[in-house]
DNA sequence: GAAGGGGTTTGTATTAATTACAACTTTATT
DNA sequence: AATAAAGTTGTAATTAATACAAACCCCTTC
């Protein structure tokens, strides 16, 4: 990840998406960090750059770039979507300590399932739980 | 699954939940159906069997099921959290057609994941969408 | 069997994520 | 510059989930 703001322009314009200062910026936000934000951590941070933006938008724009396969919902959570503007087979892990949400790769081809040959498969989500190393750590004082 | 109602009453009492009759109906309607059904739908259906029982008292007996292991929680829509009885490893397979969601077998123990080797793992749910064998064929016409 | 107490259920109010929608603004086209 | 199309904004509405206090139920103890 972490395109330029060029070739994040070609990305949009590949996809039919008007690249408006906005959605660059929102895209950039969410390819410049692995953490996987939510809405409102988007709308927050990029507010002080963007006095005039609207939560609205933000949902617009992300909707509109998971339509277009550039971004993935992570539902990981059941209160809140998250956001990932990597796209690649990985899977995540969430931290039940600091809440931190991890990717890791995943050897797709290798998971083996079963009665699953008639389904057509579009999407493959791995959400793991549990403890991440510096929470264990801090959790032995 | 499928237990009857004693095998039911014993789950719950070495959970150290008390096995009232709202919280037996409750699990009873989870474990009899594979439809992983909404805190919503389970009120629904449940309404004309007890018909003065209450939306929260649904989420907080999930809660407390949840919260011993009993049920699992199935986040694979963005929008509402959904509830599942069969606590086995297997994978959930949702249709963006009919919206049906599906049970499937999947190896575990062959899931190759990288870099997790210092994270404890408690928690390991896998999400599948796309389109269902039945959907595949209404389709056709 | 009455009194008391802990756990359970209920209903209402609240919170918070997300969407609907109409007005307004910006950008593209002629 | 005029016009149309697309993008943005703010407010209101929707909806899942929780908070909380009152009411209820069941079990124990006197």
């Not at 330029?4 to 660059?24: F, G, H, Q, V, W």
């Not at 809440?99 to 995943?106: A, K």
């Not at 797709?108 to 009665?115: N, P």
């Not at 008639?118 to 264990?136: A, E, M, S, W």
């Amino acid at each position: 990840m972490n395109l330029s703001t060029e070739a994040l322009l070609n990305l949009l314009k590949d996809k039919n998406i008007r690249p408006s200062y906005t959605r660059i910026k929102i895209m950039e936000y969410l390819a410049a960090r692995r953490t996987h934000p939510t809405a409102d951590e988007i709308y927050s941070n990029l507010l002080h750059e963007i006095p005039t933006l609207s939560k609205t938008t933000v949902y617009n724009s992300l909707n509109t770039f998971v339509k277009a396969g550039l971004v993935r919902t992570v539902t990981i959570e059941d209160n809140e979507a998250r956001f990932d503007a990597d796209t690649s087979d990985h899977g995540h892990f969430k931290c039940d300590m600091c809440g931190n949400i991890y990717d890791f790769p995943v050897d797709m081809a290798g998971l083996h399932t079963k009665g699953l040959s008639r389904f057509i498969v579009k999407q493959r989500d791995i959400y793991f739980k549990g403890t991440c190393p510096g929470c264990l750590e801090n959790n032995i004082n």
